[in-house]
């Protein structure tokens, strides 16, 4: 079975700067995608930014980028120019990519505060 | 375009009670998948329909079941309610069944159930 580890439950980073936060997985499949989404406090989870494992260019969405090392099983999220609005909690999931819809399988989360 | 809702938002019902949970998916999306968020567990995959048919279930007990209906809308029910039953219950959508990584799943807000 797949695991998704995010060992920093909590983060803090100043208005304007960059901050990363840490995801390892572990997994036997070669083919699989790679998620961040983010919760904050309503509750919706919102997708961030996808990454697919056999797509060694990293994935980029505006003030996003990911770092993916597929050797090592990690996928860690950098935030640059950090918002206020960015603060909330944020998961790295993974899905297999095989036929049907295998479900997403989370980490423990990252709880991002913003100081202003 | 309206995202997925989720009713209600909130409730709370006391032990041995059963509980009906409703998610109306994004127009045009066929499946609807269930995640229990608790600050124990993290987020676990409950179920997913498509067409009306289970495809996928979790690791929980048979108290746990759902039904989609040819509108696509899903339903999940609890039965006999217990205290770890307390959780928020996230709700997502997406247009098919096939090919996980590329069918991204948008969440609705969640249904918030505690047991008392």
């Known amino acids: 079975a797949q695991t998704v580890t995010q060992s920093q439950p909590e983060m803090s980073v100043q208005e304007a700067e960059t901050v990363t936060l840490s995801c390892t997985y572990d997994?036997?499949?070669?083919?699989?995608?790679l998620f961040w989404y983010k919760q904050p406090p309503s509750r919706q989870m919102i997708l961030v930014i996808r990454?697919?494992?056999?797509?060694?260019q990293n994935a980029t969405e505006n003030r996003f980028s990911v770092n993916f090392q597929k050797a090592a099983k990690s996928f860690s999220l950098k935030i640059s120019d950090s918002q206020l609005g960015d603060a909330a909690m944020y998961f790295c999931?993974?899905?297999?990519?095989?036929?049907?819809?295998?479900?997403?399988?989370f980490g423990k989360g990252t709880r991002l505060s913003v100081i202003a | 375009k309206a995202g997925v809702t989720q009713t209600p938002r909130y409730l709370i019902k006391t032990r041995g009670q059963q509980v009906t949970l409703s998610c109306s998916p994004i127009?045009?999306?066929?499946?609807v998948s269930w995640y229990q968020q608790t600050p124990g567990q993290g987020l676990q995959f409950l179920f997913e329909?498509?067409?009306?048919?289970?495809?996928n279930k979790g690791n929980f007990p048979g108290r746990f079941s759902g039904r989609q209906f040819s509108n696509s809308r899903s339903e999940m029910n609890v039965s006999t309610l217990e205290l770890g039953d307390s959780a928020l219950y996230l709700c997502?959508?997406?247009?098919?069944?096939?090919?996980?990584?590329?069918?991204?799943?948008?969440f609705g807000a969640g249904s918030r159930l505690t047991v008392l």
């Open positions: 997502a959508s997406s247009l098919y069944y096939s090919r996980s990584g590329a069918n991204v799943l948008t």
């Open positions: 997994t036997s499949e070669s083919d699989y995608y």
């Open positions: 990454q697919e494992a056999y797509k060694q």
């Open positions: 999931a993974y899905r297999s990519a095989y036929s049907g819809n295998t479900p997403l399988v």
């Open positions: 127009s045009g999306h066929r499946s």
């Open positions: 329909y498509f067409s009306e048919t289970q495809r």
